[in-house]
Structure formats: structure tokens, C-alpha cells
């Protein structure tokens, strides 16, 4: 049971911070993979647990 919730927290924080990571491309980098800036505010706006 312990080791299922640490598994389960690192994987929030995984998300987490790949989140955190989309947050700082530039509009130029987020253009070149078809992804608009409020498509990635809409995402790092979700909280760690939702997909």
C-alpha cells in the first residue's frame, strides 16, 4: 500500500513538473509543434492529479 501512494506521488510530480516544463517554451517553439499559448495554460492550469 505504502509503495502503490509513492508511486502514485512521483507520478504527480512527473506531471507536475512536465507541466511546469511546457510553461516556459516560447510562443516560437510551442508554434512549431501545434500547440497555442492558451492550450498550454489550459493544461498547466489542471491540477497534478487530472490528466
Request: charged content about 35%; proline content about 4%.
Amino acid at each position: 500500500m505504502l509503495l502503490a501512494t509513492l508511486r502514485q506521488i512521483a507520478f504527480w510530480y512527473e506531471r507536475w513538473r512536465q507541466r511546469q516544463d511546457l510553461a516556459e517554451l516560447d510562443d516560437h517553439i510551442l508554434r512549431d509543434i501545434g500547440i497555442s499559448p492558451r492550450e498550454v495554460e489550459r493544461e498547466c492550469a489542471k491540477p497534478c492529479w487530472r490528466r
